[in-house]
């Protein structure tokens, strides 16, 4: 499978990489920062240098082109501007899909987070986590309508608080509406690479919106046993 990843130096990203390529997948790694290239050609996939808030979908899906996939992966960051939760994880997210729909790459699993589903009005909270929310959720929101034309095939994965703790290989995964819930918690990001990956191997998981916290299933099985997952949420 080829793979490109958008915020491909990211903590998730470099260990997906890490684990595409020990298993055969070839990834290319979308970043900023030129600098940032051997980091992740030791992670065993290939830069490609692409500012997500200034590159255009035609041009970005030139290094799409012969994908199997997408991965959403980037993020403004903690510490970053309100501005720049709308540049990057709403309109990025968005940018990569155009340019997936230009390139004739369907398949787009989106890492997004937990418990956004009712972000605050502006005018009710302006603090720079409630536009985080209102980015990701406007995000989803964009996607899913896309996805609902037929457009993309898109998996929203939404994990709890990220560590980077060492992987544990089991995890608790469920659709958002799911019962019990899955109930908020952490999850390591290389745990949630493994389930990423997982979602890559799994097209019955499309139209899927996930929680994703550490539990007690191995990956691979957590989205095995998500069969009707395609159901709307
Ligand atoms: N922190 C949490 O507890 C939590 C919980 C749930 C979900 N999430 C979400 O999970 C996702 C991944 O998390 P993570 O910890 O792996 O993120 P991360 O380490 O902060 O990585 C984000 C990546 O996005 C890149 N990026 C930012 N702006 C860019 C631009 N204009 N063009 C290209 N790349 C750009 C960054 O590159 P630079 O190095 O150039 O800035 C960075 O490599 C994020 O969307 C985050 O919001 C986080």
Redesign the pocket.
Known sequence: MRIVI?????????RLERQAAARGDATVA????PA?SDDVRDAGAEPVV??????APGELAEHLTGADAVV???????G?TAE?KG???RD?ALLLADAAAAAGVRRYVL????NIDSPPAVEDDDSVWAH?VRA?KAAEDALRARADDGVLDLTIL??????DDPGTGLVRLGTVDGQPPVGYGEVT?ED?AAVVLALLDAPATTGAVLDLVGGTVPPAQAVAALSGANAPR
């Open positions: 958008a915020g491909g130096h990211g903590k998730i990203a470099l979308l970043i900023r920062d940032q692409a500012d997500l808030e200034a590159t959403f992966a980037a993020g403004a960051g903690p970053s720049r540049t990057v994880d990025a890492v997004s987070a937990m985080y990701k939404r994990p709890g608080r990220l560590t990001r949630v």
